[in-house]
């Protein structure tokens, strides 16, 4: 497995020998081009959605990096449905981003209307972080993971830049290796949030000519709404920095959204004594904070889903004296509140990652309890530089949470210290990922 410096000098694959045409986009010095746009269109493909603030974090988090980096740039987020609450944070914090919302395809319809209009101005095109880009892993619908393929074919074909930004890659079944390889080789970049990803696809010969590890876009987030998140922590009874933030992620179905294919071939009589499990080591481990350092926990949630069960697996089940330090948020929030309650905390402890990732922007240190449902977005937190503080969920105890929680807790600065210096590794891996966007830009022939 490559350091973390190791991926800055990760070696690049020729442009491909593809089917489709080959686009002339490609990001080298020597490409000839034209003078570059003053105000070049940004497309960018992002927010999942509104009930998950890992889903709304790519967002901003993507978006700041844009316009730090590149200034001038007219940024248009595409979704393909309505996101009201994402759409909001974002014309909040980024006035001058429009929203544009429609598919790109849709049976016995013509191609027309506002993304229609934004492809025919686009400089470039960017889908944002995820694990969108598998076929087989949530499902085999071949019609819809073929027409996510679509934008980046027409893109191909008018030589508009392409690039995926921080995206995981786990299975590719048969026949879409062909298909995906074929067209994210002409890609202009693909960045791979984590190591294994990386590999995978080095692995499986995809020719995209930057083809780098680059963080997931959830680490450019800086958004904060402190009037909600002041306000809701004294409701709580929460100092700053006297707080241990948990989250959690149990089988609790996700609306229409099957399980991966890590998880198929379980009961539903797995699917609880696996929720029993961990829930059981999670409330050990709260417990033990709280009678060690007497400091207060709150259970915080990164998906509308996981409210209830918080309740019912971890609070209601406290013995008495641990409980009355804990809170359970009953609401669920928006990742800009989150951010600001994040920002005063003393640790995170989380199986889900974005919650986690808005904490190491914020200095805060975290540990990550991570389910094999992740599949190789996993390793995130290892290849930034934190393999102290990650866990797989079921092969490891409350003991070894409480022991990292602990070493935290008699060492903050040395802590924060740690969280700094993968933070700073990151901050150069985005600014590398910019100058490559940037480039692609420049270099486009009109």
Same mark, same amino acid.
């Given at each position: ?24 986009? /490609? ?11 003053? $105000? ?11 009930? $998950?603030?890992? @889903? ?20 248009? !987020?595409?979704?393909? @449905? ?17 929203? =544009? ?7 016995? %319809?013509? #191609? ?17 972080? /995820? ?37 995981? #890659?786990?299975?590719?079944? #048969? ?9 994210? *080789? ?8 984590? /190591?294994?990803?990386?590999?995978? !696809? ?39 920095? %006297? #707080? ?80 009355? %330090? ?9 990742? @800009? ?17 974005? +919650?986690? =990732? ?8 975290? =540990? ?27 092969? +490891? *105890? ?19 210290? %740690? ?15 910019? *100058? ?6 420049? $270099?486009?022939?009109?």
């Amino acid at each position: 497995m490559p350091s973390r410096r190791s991926f800055i000098k990760l070696s690049t694959f020729s442009s491909a020998s593809a089917l489709l045409p080959t686009a002339s986009f /490609g990001v080298s010095e020597s490409t000839p081009s034209a003078a570059p746009k003053k $105000n070049p269109v940004i497309i960018l493909r992002s927010s999942w959605g509104d009930g $998950n603030i890992g @889903d709304q974090g790519h967002t901003p988090g993507t978006i700041r990096l844009l316009t730090q980096y590149v200034p001038n740039a007219e940024i248009l !987020l595409w979704h393909t @449905d309505p996101r009201p609450e994402t759409e909001t944070l974002i014309s909040r914090n980024f006035p001058k981003v429009k929203v =544009i919302r429609g598919k790109f395809y849709e049976s016995g %319809k013509p #191609f027309e209307g506002e993304v229609k209009e934004a492809f025919e101005r686009a400089d470039m095109f960017i889908f944002n972080s /995820g694990m969108a880009m598998n076929f087989g892993l949530y499902g085999k619908d071949w019609g819809g993971n073929m027409s996510s393929l679509t934008p980046y074919i027409y893109c191909a074909e008018n030589n508009i830049p392409f690039g995926i930004y921080g995206q995981s #890659f786990d299975r590719f079944d #048969f026949p879409s290796m062909y298909a995906y390889r074929n067209v994210l *080789s002409q890609a202009a970049f693909v960045y791979c949030r984590d /190591g294994e990803s990386l590999k995978f !696809l080095k692995e499986n010969k995809f020719r995209t000519p930057v083809l780098e590890f680059g963080p997931d876009g959830c680490f450019g987030i800086n958004v904060r709404d402190e009037e909600k998140g002041l306000a809701y922590l004294k409701k709580a009874g929460l100092e700053a920095q %006297k #707080f241990l933030a948990v989250v959690i992620l149990t089988n609790t179905p996700y609306a229409n959204r099957r399980p991966n294919a890590i998880d198929l071939g379980k009961s539903p009589a797995d699917w609880q004594e696996e929720d029993r499990s961990r829930m059981a080591k999670i409330r050990e481990m709260i417990t033990n904070w709280v009678r060690e350092t007497g400091l207060n926990v709150l259970l915080a949630p990164e998906v509308t889903k996981e409210i209830e069960p918080a309740k019912t697996f971890l609070y209601d089940q406290l013995p008495a004296d641990v409980q009355s %330090k804990v809170v359970w948020r009953d609401t669920f929030w928006n990742a @800009d509140e989150a951010m600001s309650v994040y920002a005063r905390a003393h640790t995170l402890f989380g199986m889900e990652p974005h +919650s986690l =990732i808005m904490g190491v922007t914020l200095g805060v240190p975290v =540990i990550h309890a991570w389910p094999p449902s992740h599949g190789r977005k996993a390793w995130m937190f290892r290849d930034i530089g934190l393999p102290d503080w990650l866990f797989q969920v079921d092969e +490891s *105890s409350a003991a070894d949470w409480t022991k990292q929680l602990r070493l935290i807790h008699q060492d903050c600065a040395g802590a924060k210290k %740690k969280v700094a210096n993968a933070m700073a590794f990151v901050q150069q891996r985005q600014a590398s990922t910019m *100058s490559v966007i940037n480039k692609a830009i420049e $270099n486009r022939k009109p």
